[in-house]
T-cell receptor, first 111, second 113 residues
């Protein structure tokens, strides 16, 4: 069974204080790994897809990386508007678009 | 390009009633998946439809069902509602090819009283 674990559960940063979020996964065959951002009461917003170990993707202050067992979401010089819950997910090894999600990291960036 | 549209946004139902939620995917997308999100369980997969056929199913009781129409729009139905069914129900749209990324709607907030 596919499993995804995220840490930490919650993270509080000062504006400009860089950090990383972790997503570790256990799958029999990785078909990809997705990162999403979710604001309270809204649907998850797609950020990145990573398909193979060593791959990196960047968007503004965010950079996602992938190894054979985990993925990191690096946040450089965060701003208050980066506050949200960040979710990672893996597609079902057996095919299709079923996603298994981690429980997320709730990020709070303060002035 | 229009995003994923879910209706209604909010719903209050009484225990024992049934409810139908609707999802219109992104134009051209043939895969629609449904998820239940609660504070305690996070995002849990309900089922996926691709070209009108159920392709994957999660571990939910038979009270939860869905269908997809020829225009890719999807509905999910929950019968005999229980208090524990209160949740944010999310629909995700994808091309359905390989491990393509999924795009989510804003969700339907269901409250069962």
């Amino acid at each position: 069974e596919d499993q995804v674990t995220q840490s930490p559960e919650a993270l509080r940063l000062q504006e400009g204080e860089s950090s990383s979020l972790n997503c570790s996964y256990t799958v029999s065959g990785l078909r990809g790994l997705f990162w999403y951002r979710q604001d309270p009461g809204k649907g998850p917003e797609f950020l990145f897809t990573l398909y193979s170990a060593g791959e990196e993707k960047e968007k503004e202050r965010l950079k996602a990386t992938l190894t054979k067992k985990e993925s990191f979401l690096h946040i450089t010089a965060p701003k208050p508007e980066d506050s949200a819950t960040y979710l990672c997910a893996v597609p079902f090894t057996g095919g299709g678009n079923k996603l298994t999600f981690g429980t997320g990291t709730q990020l709070k960036v303060e002035l | 390009k229009a995003g994923v549209t879910q209706t209604p946004r909010y719903l209050i139902k009484t225990r024992g009633q049934q409810v139908t939620l609707s999802c219109s995917p992104i134009s051209g997308h043939r895969s629609v998946s449904w998820y239940q999100q609660t504070p305690g369980q996070g995002l849990q997969f309900l089922f996926e439809y691709f070209s009108e056929t159920q392709r994957n199913k999660g571990n939910f009781p038979g009270r939860f069902s869905g269908r997809q129409f020829s225009n890719s729009r999807s509905e999910m139905n929950v019968s005999t509602l229980e208090l524990g069914d209160s949740a944010l129900y999310l629909c995700a749209s994808s091309t359905g090819q390989g491990a393509a990324e999924a795009f989510f709607g804003q969700g339907t907030r269901l409250t069962v009283v």
